[in-house]
């Protein structure tokens, strides 16, 4: 039972070693499974199973049964120990798994029966990318402020403010902010003062896109900021119901797609590895960063996403080590950042692949 949900399937040893870029993950969806089962012994009145925050191999749910597993998860973590066992256990695999440059990012909760507020939920994820940084491990970690689109225009006004102090006052630590959540639920248009803000005052802004296909014309809207980077868009391209108009927008302001491949297949927004829109971006040239969304949730990591990628598009090993290394130039932390990890890579990088 154990090996099923933690030795699903391990990547080769080159994808685990392959230097690696993480610019897609919520804090809440990457929880691991043994990081679940502390949580469960802190609070075991709340009869919670491992079935319910987590989707195994060959499962998948609907989209919307995956919002309802990050609901489960996020009554499970609603201290600020929780969150900051969460945060560290997430850094610290990511870590493990060969990562060097992680954006986390996270939706500030307000806990009125544990007196968490927003502020010192994110002051919490912050200690822990502090902690981990000061025990030495090998990981540069920035984050993203995230709004939840369910949340309507007045929270998303007020999240945009919460990370502008962070901006300020965090040592360079808050780089950006996220728009995800439920994408049937709301409207983009009534976010874009919100978004036009954040944008105004210097934060990234990466954007969940066309996750699901009704959503062109609010797509259409949110290109015009433009965002800094793109979380899926699955459905932007005219092969899938998207438009050459959407994809011009994408490509003549070079915007960055965060690419997703299991989180899209087990959520069944994409029907098969194969038919999953990397593919279309790739061959395209344009810059394409393959995440992993909510390890935790979609029982994966980055070395087999990488792997995974390879596998189904036939990449050889150079042209993975070029596809992690390109990740580079897509991150929100300042050029410096860029230039040691490219130095870096440079070190990591074999004679022969
Ligand atoms: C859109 C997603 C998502 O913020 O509590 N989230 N939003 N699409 C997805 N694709 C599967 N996966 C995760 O982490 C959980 C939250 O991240 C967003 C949702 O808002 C979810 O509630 P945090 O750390």
Redesign the pocket.
């Given at each position: 039972f154990f090996f099923i949900f933690v030795m699903e399937s391990e990547a080769d040893v080159f994808y685990r070693e392959l230097p690696k870029v993480e610019l897609h993950a919520?804090?809440?969806?990457?929880v691991s499974y043994q990081t679940i089962e502390k949580l469960f012994s802190r609070k075991p009145h709340l009869n919670i199973e491992h079935s319910m925050t987590a989707i195994g191999k060959g499962q998948r749910r609907t989209?919307d049964e995956?919002?309802q597993v990050?609901?489960v998860?996020?009554q499970l973590?609603n201290t600020e120990e929780d969150i900051l066992m969460v945060a560290t256990d997430v850094i610290k695999e990511f870590a493990a798994d060969g990562v060097k440059y992680l954006e986390l990012?996270?939706?500030p909760?307000e806990e009125k029966d544990t007196g968490l507020t927003k502020k010192s939920y994110v002051e919490t994820c912050l200690k822990a990318i502090q902690q981990c940084k000061e025990e030495g491990v090998d990981i540069d970690v920035r984050f993203l402020v995230?709004i939840?689109?369910?949340n309507g225009t007045e929270v998303a006004m007020e999240t945009v403010k919460l990370a502008e102090e962070f901006m300020l006052s965090s040592d360079g630590l808050v780089v950006g902010l996220?728009l995800?959540?439920?994408?049937t639920v709301g409207h983009g248009k009534d976010l874009l003062p919100a978004l036009q803000r954040a944008k105004n005052c210097g934060l990234k802004l990466s954007l969940?896109l066309s996750?699901v296909p009704s959503q062109l014309e609010e797509s259409n809207l949110l290109l015009n900021l433009p965002p800094d980077r793109i979380?899926?868009g699955t459905f932007l391209h005219p092969e899938v119901g998207g438009s050459e108009g959407l994809v011009d927008k994408v490509v003549k302001n070079n915007i960055p797609l965060e690419l997703?491949l299991t989180?899209?297949v087990k959520?069944q927004t994409v029907p098969c590895y194969s038919k999953h829109h990397f593919n279309y971006w790739y061959q395209k040239g344009h810059p394409s960063v393959i995440c992993t969304?909510?390890k935790g949730?979609?029982s994966t990591d980055l070395s087999q996403e990488y792997q995974l990628a390879a596998s189904t598009f036939g990449l050889d090993r150079e042209a993975v080590w070029k596809l992690s290394r390109e990740a580079i130039d897509c991150i929100f932390a300042p050029d410096t950042v860029k230039q040691q990890l490219k130095q870096k890579w440079t070190d990591l990088q074999p004679q022969v692949f």
């Open positions: 919520h804090l809440n969806g990457s989209l995956c919002f990050f609901k998860i996020q973590v990012r996270s939706t909760r995230a939840d689109r369910r996220d995800s959540g439920d994408p969940h996750e979380g899926h997703c989180s899209n959520g969304d909510d949730v979609f």
